[in-house]
C-alpha cells in the first residue's frame, strides 16, 4: 500500500473517532434550552465527519497509484539516501528549544538553536556562527521585546 | 465629489500627513516580512502612537500606510522562504516561492510590488466612486450567502489545488474544517474536541498551522535533498529585476480584472483578502490556455499577479463597509474602527456628511500609500533578495527560528511550539505523498466563519430550509458543486476525445 492511502487510513481512523464525539458523546452535556435549538455544537463536526470518512474511503478503495515524484521533490520511497539524519536532529533541536525557550531565557535559547542548527548542517567554524548567532538573538529580542512591547523573557530564570 | 477628491489632497498632501503615510509604509513592510506578524497585530501594536497624534486623518493615514506595509512585507516572506505570515498571501506562495527558487526571485518581487500597487490604486479609484452605492449591496448578503459564498470558495480552491486529483484536495479541506472546530466557537461558548489539552481551548493558532503546513516541511526539504535548493546554487541568486515585455503582456489582463474582482470582494464584510486572493488564482487558472494552466504552481508569473493584485484591491474593498456603515469586515478594520472611535469619530454614514475630511483623507492616503510603497519598494528589493543568498548552514536555522517565532510570539506559550513541531511533522509526510496542503489551511481559515454562518442561517430559518428558500444561496452552492466536479468531466472528456482521435487514425 502506497503512503498516500496508509495517510488516507489515518485519517479515516481521525474521522470515525471525531465521528464518534460528535455522534455520540458530545451532547450528553448539552443544557436543555439548547436543545430546542435547530443547530447544536455538534452538527457541523457531524456533518464534516461523515464528508470526511466518505471522502478518505474513496481515496482509500479509487486512488491511483501516485506518479513518480520529480527530481526535485523527496520521494519517500528513498527517504534514506536523504539526508535523513540531519532533518531528525534539528527536529530535536526544535522540540529542545520549545523545552528550554522559557528556562533558559529567549537569548540564550536561541543562540543555542542558531549555534547548533548551524554546526549540524556543516558550519564548524563556530566563532563566526556564534558571532551571527549572538547579533539575530539580540536585535530580534529588542525589535520584539523593546519597539513593539511584546514581552520576552531575555535571561535564563535563576537571573531575572 | 470633485469638492472631496480637493479637500482629501489639501488635507493628505501637508508635510505633517505625508511623512506619516511613508513612516507607515516603512514600519508596516519591516514587520510585516517577519513571518508571525500580520497586519492585524501590526496595527493594534501602532495604535498607542496614532491615537497620540491625536489628528483623526493623521492617525487614519499612518494606519492605513502601515496596513498596506504590512500586506506587502507579507508577500516578501511568502515569496522567498515559503512562510506566508499572513493568510491573504497565501496564495502568493503558490507561485512566487518556486519562481525564486528557480532564481527568478527579484523578478517575482517586482511582479508583487506592480501588481500590488496597481491593484491598491485601482481599489482606492474604486472606491471613491463606489463606496456609497456599495454599502447598500452589502447589506444584501446575509449569512446564508456567506455560507454558500464559502462553501464556493472551498471547492474553488480544491477543484485547483487537487490537480487532477481532486479527492485529496476535498479531503485535505475537510481536515481543515475539522481543525477549525477544535477549541471554542463564537456562537457555542463551549469548548469543543480539546481532548483535555489545554492549550488547545483557544483552537490552533492560525500562524501556527501556517507555518505548519509550509515553512517547515519546505524547510525539511531542503536539509533531506539539498539539490532541491536550484542547481548550482541557482537559488541564491536575485535574477534581474526587470520583468520582460512578455511578462508585462501576461500581467496586465490578469492584474486587471483582478484589481475589480478583488475589491467587489472585499466589499463585502468577512470575505476580505483572504477568499479575494484565492478567488483570484482560481479564476484566473481557469481562464488560462491549458499550456499556461500547467505553469500555474510551478512559478507562473499570472499566478503570481493575480493574488497580490486581488488582495492588494480587497484591502481597500474593506474599507467600504467600515467607511459608509461603520460596520468592520475583517480583523484588521475592525481594530481600525475601534482606533477611530477612540479618536471620537464614529464611522457611518454620516460620516461623509459630517466629517468629509476624514473620509477623503483616508481614499487619498491610500493612493499616495501605494505610490510610496513602490517607490520605496522597487530599489529595496535586490537587498530583500539577498536573503536568499545567505549560506544554507544559517539561511535553513533561521528560516526554523521565524518559523517558531512566529507561532510564539502570538500564544506566548512554548506548548504552540510543540504543536507546530507535530503538525509539520505531519503536513511533511503529507506532502511526500503528494496531497496538497494548501486547501487545508484555508479549510482552516474559513471553517470557523463558515460554521458561524451556517449556525446562524439555521437559527433565523430554524432548519436547512435557507439553503432552497434563498435563490442566491442555492445558485452559490450549485456552481460550487458544478466546480467540484469539473476537473473530472473535463479529464474523462479529454481522455475520451484522445481516444476518439487514435481510433480515427
Known amino acids: ?160 | 465629489m470633485l469638492d472631496g477628491i480637493l479637500l482629501g489632497l489639501t488635507t493628505a498632501l501637508s508635510i505633517q500627513n505625508l511623512f506619516l503615510v511613508t513612516m507607515g509604509c516603512i514600519i508596516g513592510t519591516l514587520i510585516g516580512m517577519l513571518p508571525g506578524l500580520g497586519p492585524m497585530s501590526i496595527i493594534a501594536i501602532m495604535i498607542p502612537i496614532a491615537i497620540g497624534i491625536g489628528d483623526p486623518s493623521g492617525a487614519m493615514i499612518l494606519l492605513a500606510g502601515v496596513y498596506y506595509g504590512a500586506i506587502f512585507g507579507g508577500s516578501t516572506s511568502s515569496i522567498l522562504i515559503n512562510a506566508p505570515g499572513v493568510a491573504s498571501t497565501v496564495a502568493t506562495s503558490f507561485d512566487g516561492y518556486p519562481m525564486a527558487r528557480r532564481g527568478q526571485a527579484g523578478k517575482a518581487l517586482t511582479i508583487a510590488a506592480i501588481s500590488s500597487f496597481i491593484g491598491g490604486s485601482v481599489g482606492a479609484i474604486l472606491l471613491m466612486i463606489f463606496a456609497p452605492a456599495l454599502s447598500s449591496v452589502a447589506l444584501l448578503f446575509h449569512s446564508a450567502e456567506y455560507f454558500a459564498l464559502m462553501v464556493l470558495g472551498l471547492a474553488a480552491i480544491a477543484a485547483f489545488a487537487g490537480q487532477g486529483n481532486v479527492a485529496k484536495a476535498v479531503l485535505m479541506t475537510i481536515l481543515g474544517l475539522i481543525m477549525a472546530t477544535v477549541g471554542e466557537g463564537a456562537l457555542f461558548n463551549a469548548a469543543r474536541f480539546t481532548m483535555g489539552f489545554p492549550s488547545l481551548q483557544s483552537g490552533f493558532g492560525f500562524i501556527t498551522l501556517a507555518m505548519a503546513m509550509f515553512a517547515l516541511p519546505e524547510a525539511m526539504f531542503l536539509v533531506m535533498h539539498p539539490a532541491r535548493s536550484g542547481k548550482g546554487g541557482k537559488a541564491g541568486e536575485i535574477g534581474k529585476l526587470r520583468i520582460t515585455r512578455q511578462d508585462a503582456r501576461d500581467m496586465a489582463p490578469v492584474v486587471g480584472r483582478q484589481s475589480i474582482q478583488g475589491f467587489f470582494i472585499g466589499v463585502l464584510p468577512g470575505a476580505g483578502a483572504t477568499i479575494a486572493s484565492f478567488l483570484g488564482y482560481a479564476v484566473e487558472r481557469n481562464l488560462a490556455s491549458p499550456k499556461e494552466r500547467e505553469q500555474f504552481g510551478k512559478g507562473s508569473v499570472k499566478g503570481l499577479a493575480a493574488p497580490e493584485a486581488a488582495n492588494n484591491a480587497a484591502c481597500s474593498g474593506s474599507f467600504v463597509p467600515l467607511l459608509t456603515l461603520g460596520i468592520p469586515g475583517s480583523g484588521t478594520t475592525a481594530i481600525l474602527l475601534g482606533a477611530l472611535i477612540s479618536l471620537n469619530v464614529t464611522p457611518g454614514p454620516r460620516l461623509m456628511t459630517d466629517s468629509p475630511e476624514i473620509f477623503w483623507a483616508v481614499i487619498i492616503s491610500m493612493y499616495i500609500g501605494n505610490v510610496v510603497l513602490l517607490i520605496l519598494n522597487l530599489p529595496l528589493i535586490p537587498y530583500i533578495a539577498k536573503l536568499l543568498a545567505v549560506p544554507r548552514p544559517y539561511l535553513i536555522p533561521f528560516i526554523l527560528f521565524f518559523t517558531l517565532m512566529g507561532s510564539y510570539i502570538g500564544q506566548n506559550n512554548p506548548t504552540e511550539l510543540l504543536i507546530l513541531v507535530l503538525l509539520g511533522l505531519g503536513a511533511t509526510a503529507l506532502r511526500m505523498a503528494n496531497y496538497p496542503l494548501a486547501p487545508l489551511l484555508i479549510g482552516f481559515i474559513l471553517g470557523r466563519m463558515m460554521e458561524d454562518n451556517f449556525s446562524r442561517a439555521m437559527q433565523l430559518y430554524r432548519g436547512p430550509s435557507f439553503i432552497w428558500e434563498r435563490p442566491m444561496t442555492a445558485a452559490l452552492l450549485v456552481l460550487a458543486a458544478i466546480l467540484l466536479v469539473l476537473p473530472s468531466w473535463r479529464a474523462r472528456r479529454e481522455r475520451k476525445r484522445s481516444l476518439d482521435s487514435s481510433m480515427g487514425d
Open chain 1, 1 to 160: 500500500m502506497a503512503l498516500d492511502r496508509w495517510l488516507a487510513l489515518a485519517i479515516l481512523g481521525l474521522c470515525l473517532v471525531y465521528g464518534y464525539t460528535a455522534w455520540f458523546t458530545m451532547d450528553a452535556n448539552l443544557p436543555r434550552f439548547m436543545q430546542r435549538n435547530p443547530v447544536w455544537p455538534s452538527t457541523f463536526p457531524k456533518a464534516l465527519s461523515v464528508m470526511g470518512a466518505i471522502c478518505a474511503m474513496y481515496i482509500l478503495v479509487f486512488q491511483k497509484p501516485m506518479d513518480a515524484p520529480g527530481e526535485d521533490d523527496v520521494d519517500y520511497r528513498k527517504l534514506l539516501s536523504y539526508n535523513w539524519v540531519q532533518a531528525l536532529a534539528l527536529i530535536a533541536l526544535m522540540l529542545l528549544y520549545a523545552v528550554c525557550l522559557r528556562p533558559l531565557g529567549f537569548i540564550g535559547a536561541t543562540m543555542g538553536f542558531l549555534i547548533i542548527g548551524a554546526w549540524i548542517l556543516g558550519e564548524r567554524r563556530v566563532h563566526i556562527s556564534a558571532l551571527v548567532a549572538a547579533i539575530a538573538a539580540g536585535s530580534i529580542w529588542y525589535l520584539v521585546s523593546e519597539v513593539l512591547g511584546i514581552f520576552l523573557r531575555p535571561l535564563p530564570f535563576f537571573l531575572m
